[in-house]
């Protein structure tokens, strides 16, 4: 053997198990649930009803990756599984480069983040082979917590009006690129 250990599977546990672990795991635990309740917090927004006088906090907001097409008028007129065809088609005409660094200028993703969203695009096997080059040519990894950033010099590739931005996603390019 090379000197590594192996671990192999043995089955299924039935029965309760103890894990000693030590201070510093269960510190690193905490960190890392309160990492998540604050991204989980970061992303919930306030609902304000028509009428109401108050305001509800916490409601959960699940931000879609693929928003809309750009067409009101159109959209109004189109089925609902047209209107879904015709976005998934403009989003995957788009050379899978692209899409991502379109993504990545809004925002900082993890690589499970980067692989939902490619699950909801419907991307390629090879879409899916290409993205470890990708990241790596239009990236940077932030140490802290392992997310991918898109590099500065890229941004200048970045379109305000892309297809697959919502209203909000591109007054936040603009933002971002003036």
């Not at 082979?129 to 392992?146: F, M, Q, S, T």
Request: hydrophobic residues 35%; proline residues 4%.
């Amino acid at each position: 053997s090379d000197g590594r250990e192996q671990l192999e599977g043995q089955g299924v546990i039935q029965d309760k198990i103890t894990v000693c672990a030590t201070d510093d795991s269960y510190k690193m635990t905490r960190e890392r649930m309160s990492r998540v309740k604050k991204d989980n917090w970061s992303r919930s927004v306030i609902e304000i009803k028509p009428g109401a006088t108050h305001q509800i906090k916490g409601v959960k907001f699940h931000k879609r990756l693929a928003p809309l097409c750009a067409s009101e008028n159109s959209f109004q007129r189109q089925s609902a599984s047209n209107r879904r065809n015709s976005c998934i088609a403009t989003a995957t005409h788009k050379p899978f480069r692209e899409r991502i660094i379109h993504l990545l200028a809004l925002k900082a993703y993890r690589k499970p983040e980067l692989l939902l969203w490619m699950e909801q695009e419907k991307a390629s096997p090879r879409d899916k082979a290409e993205l470890g080059g990708i990241l790596e040519e239009v990236a940077k990894v932030n140490p802290k917590d392992g997310s991918y950033v898109l590099q500065d010099h890229f941004y200048r590739l970045v379109q305000k009006d892309w297809p697959n931005y919502s209203e909000e996603e591109r007054r936040l390019i603009g933002r971002l690129l003036a």
